[in-house]
């Protein structure tokens, strides 16, 4: 399985200097360094969020009440929002350099976060993934940065589950992946809706909390939980789905959108690459050239690699329980993280795999995401 | 993680290229051969012998309450040998024990707000003998279902439980309802066209329960360090506390029975022989088979023999181990090397066998 990957990795790569000519837009490699935020657990389970440079070198360790997840950028500013794990109901505020203690703010009353949220362009405003779980509601619950994260406003995400999102281009269009699970947090992580669930893609207006247009899988993958979402710099998105179904159905798990696109692409990559996400993809990024999209399966231990332009499977990582993603500084670039602790660069357009680590700094097993920022 | 730093860059590049991989060299880990040996050799033997245990202790408690009060003399050894019988198969968490609430209503335990207690005194004193019929009993508070309340009810009754036969009737209720969920058990395991070993067995080609053979396996890869889990953070690390000072032994598990260290010995026997009891198809075997997993095994092996010599040397009631001199450093270091072995079962064990057991991003979100 992993040497037919590789080989087709191979002819991939090949096809991709060929088709694309290397041709992507201007300079994008930001001003200033880059940095990579993600959740972390330390040998004596401690839980934590950890900031690494580009070549995986330590930058600052900071403690988390419990289990985390996903992190936003604060633009403009060095700043970082860590969220609890759902059902966890804290939200960590640090400065991903300095290593001060953090500031925390906490989920309203009866809502939990998500884990994931997004930051308006002009830093202001903190849109965060939550469950009004007594209501079975999902919702966005809207924040004010500048008055320390007074919670100041909700909108409705339009189905239940909202689980990660990405602000769009215009800067008020909210895409949301509404994974459709119901929960509670009187029950856990238990799944309380699995025979209906409801999963969608989700245009939301931020300003007016209005649905743009939304857009739903067909009937037979309607327990394809549509759960992390990436987008380009001109707003074209992949989604990555689990799927909740019987156990012994392939299904697709990776999606394309854009626009007001009726339909969610589903390519299919064949059998034995659906087979390999094993049902469950994890995380979604794109790399800095918007060129590929890269789709975790920590189920499978494989990092998948699609074109975004061309919506077709390129290539896979092997990477055993890795998860994480996110881009690096160069095109079809990604930094990937595992829960064993490891942590490597790989670049789907040249193949090249470059193991990273900080000898120095304690090991910690890797959450699901990673976050990428240049300050 | 600390072994891979240690190598050379190019050796470790290629060790993280193939990780989650089978690697040149190495045998594909076969988890059909795995699952096969553990669901005939490990899983239908442990539920026959609980579901035998269970029957012989619903008897036993019958003629015990003959004389309106059974006593430890009377059902104690037809006891010890269901709750043996049940820690040896304890920490296997998944498919049948899962149905019906068998496991809660087996053993309620760890009971923080004293649930049993107040249940069983509630029973106690109402007296309807409707609630001891069978299908009322069964779908009732699991509280008063299982070993606890029996345990209770032989170990530390109070006097006037035995006024009435209402006590007895609890006694063969607890009897009759551990004996049917043993029973079922082993039904739902060995029996018939949705026998879960066939489920298991049949992974290979994928079905509703699992993707495939490996998904099976992650099952008893998990229970491996469940059994683990068990010991270090609910048997030991409850009744230690963080300090000396802070031990209770009534947070123990069994210890009105006295026999909270002898549920420990069992679990840790019980993971023992599920990592290297198949031979060469097992957890121990297919770890020697990767690369620098001999080294990994014989350090597992190690800790396992350990952890069992250590118990062994211990009383088998936990109260009594922390009334001896050093009682308490003993039990805790015992509670520490339990950690350790956890360590290396969520990680580099994880690693080797492409099970991932312990933290990970895999029961992500």
């Known amino acids: 399985m992993m040497e037919i990957s590789r080989r087709r990795f191979l002819v991939a790569s090949a096809a991709l200097g060929a088709a694309w000519g290397l041709a992507w837009p201007g300079d994008l490699r930001a001003a200033g360094q880059r940095y990579f935020v993600s959740a972390c657990s330390d040998d004596a389970h401690n839980t934590l969020v950890r900031v690494i440079a580009e070549d995986g070198r330590v930058v600052a360790t900071l403690p988390l009440p419990d289990r985390g997840h996903g992190a936003a950028r604060r633009p403009g500013l060095r700043e970082v929002v ?77 189905a239940i589950g909202p689980h990660e999102m990405v602000l769009l281009s215009d800067g008020r269009t909210l895409a949301v992946a509404n994974g459709g699970i119901q929960t509670h947090p009187d029950q856990g992580r238990k799944k309380l809706n699995l025979e209906t669930m409801q999963p969608s893609l989700a245009y939301i207006d931020a300003e007016s909390g209005s649905l743009l247009h939304d857009h739903r899988l067909p009937a037979v993958l309607h327990q394809a939980s549509i759960r992390h979402i990436a987008a380009t710099a001109d707003d074209r998105i992949g989604v990555v789905m689990q799927y909740e179904g019987p156990r012994n159905d392939l299904v697709p798990l990776v999606g394309f959108h854009h626009g007001e696109e009726a339909e969610i692409a589903l390519p299919n990559p064949g059998d034995a690459v659906l087979h390999s996400l ?77 193991p990273l680590g900080d000898p120095a700094a304690a090991p910690v097993a890797w959450d699901n995401h990673m976050l990428a920022l240049t300050l | 993680m600390k072994m891979q730093r240690k190598l050379m860059p190019a050796a470790a590049l290629a060790l993280a290229a193939m990780t989650g991989a089978p690697p040149a060299g190495a045998a594909e880990p076969d988890y059909q051969a795995l699952n096969t040996v553990l669901v005939e050799n490990y899983v239908l033997p ?24 059974p006593t430890p003399a009377e059902a104690g050894a037809a006891y010890h040998a269901a709750m043996d019988a049940w820690m040896a198969v304890q920490h296997l968490r998944f498919g049948p024990a899962l149905l019906f609430l068998r496991y809660d209503r087996l053993e309620f335990w760890p009971d923080t707000r004293g649930v049993v207690r107040r249940h069983l005194a509630q029973l106690l004193s109402e007296q309807k003998a409707e609630a001891l019929e069978p299908q009322t009993f069964a779908s009732g508070s699991v509280a008063v279902q299982g070993f606890p309340a029996l345990e209770r009810l032989l170990y ?210």
């Not at chain 1, 789709?295 to 077709?312: K, L, Y």
Request: proline share 4%; charged share 25%; net charge negative.
């Open chain 2, 156 to 365: 530390d009754s109070e006097p006037e439980t035995w006024s009435s036969p209402f006590g007895c009737a609890v006694v063969r209720a607890i009897g009759a309802n551990i004996e049917s969920i043993g029973a079922g058990l082993l039904a739902d395991w060995r029996d018939g066209d949705q026998a879960f070993a066939q489920v298991v067995l049949s992974a290979g080609d994928g079905n509703t329960h699992y993707f495939d053979a490996k998904e099976a396996s992650l099952d008893f890869a998990k229970s491996l360090r469940g059994a683990l889990l068990l010991v270090q953070d609910y048997k030991l690390g409850r009744p230690l506390g963080k300090t000396a000072d802070a031990a209770l032994a009534t947070r123990a598990e069994s210890w009105r029975s006295a026999r909270s260290l002898r549920n420990v010995l069992i679990n840790l026997t019980a993971a023992q022989t599920l990592y290297q009891g198949g031979g060469d198809a097992s957890l121990s075997s297919m770890t020697r088979a990767q690369p620098r997993g001999a080294e990994l095994d014989e350090t597992v092996r190690a800790a396992l023999q350990r952890l069992i010599d250590a118990v062994e040397a211990q009383p088998e009631s936990l109260v009594k181990a922390l009334e001896a001199p050093e009682g308490w450093q003993k039990l805790d270091a015992i509670r520490v090397e339990a950690r350790q072995l956890l360590e290396l079962l969520g990680g580099p064990l994880s690693e080797v066998l492409g099970l991932p057991m312990g933290f990970n991003s895999y029961d992500g979100d």
């Open chain 1, 82 to 158: 860590a969220f609890a794990r759902r059902p966890g109901r804290f939200a960590l505020v640090f400065d991903p350099l300095s290593g001060e203690p953090a500031r925390r703010f906490d989920a309203a009353e009866g809502r939990h976060f998500y884990g994931h949220g997004v930051f308006s362009p002009d830093g202001r405003w903190l849109f965060a993934c939550e469950n009004d779980y007594d209501n079975a509601r999902g919702c966005i619950g809207v924040y004010d940065a500048s008055a320390g994260y007074r919670r100041e406003a909700e909108l409705e995400a339009h």
């Open chain 1, 278 to 354: 094993r049902q469950y993809c994890g995380s979604a990024a794109v790399d800095v050239s918007g060129q590929v999209l890269a789709a975790s399966a920590p189920r499978g231990g494989v990092i998948s690699f699609w074109s975004m332009a061309e919506r077709r499977y390129l290539s896979s990582l092997a990477l055993g329980d890795g998860c994480g993603i996110a881009p690096s500084g160069e095109p079809g670039g990604f930094l990937a993280s595992s829960g064993y602790g490891k942590l490597m660069h790989h670049n789907a357009l040249s193949g090249e795999t470059t």
């Open chain 2, 46 to 69: 442990r539920y026959e012998a609980f579901a035998e245990a269970t029957a012989a202790l619903d008897d036993a408690l019958v003629e015990a309450c003959a004389d309106g009060r």
